[in-house]
């Protein structure tokens, strides 16, 4: 069964960049649509990025022309590089499948302040 672990949160001031990174512990290459998630305190978890197969990717409104998600199957990796981040992008956020059906790691916090 794969295990995912994500890395690379922290705080950074609006403007800013932070690069994700989802490590499973399985293989990810059979898994067609794998995605970054995030949950802000007293929402929903929303999907905000998504990777269907090698290079077919989909954002949400809240991240298009400032998000982008990248996959390496033959590291079995993730990843999602943030940048012009904003105040209101401060979530946890995850990766898992589209839909998703992985049990959900830890995720890093995104803490976007001045």
């Known amino acids: 069964q794969v295990q995912l672990v994500e890395s690379g949160g922290g705080l950074v001031q609006p403007g800013g960049s932070l690069r994700l990174s989802c490590a499973a512990s399985?293989?990810?290459?059979?898994?067609?649509?794998m995605g970054w998630y995030r949950q802000a305190p007293g929402k929903e978890r929303e999907l905000v990025a998504s990777i269907l197969g090698p290079s077919l990717t989909n954002y949400a409104d809240s991240g298009k022309g400032r998000f982008s998600i990248s996959r390496d199957n033959a590291k079995n990796t993730l990843y999602l590089q943030m940048n012009s981040l904003k105040p209101e992008d401060t979530a946890v956020y995850y990766c898992?499948?589209?839909?998703?059906?992985?049990?959900w790691g830890q995720g890093p916090q995104v803490t976007v302040s001045s």
């Open positions: 898992n499948a589209v839909p998703s059906r992985i049990s």
């Open positions: 399985g293989s990810i290459f059979s898994i067609r649509g």
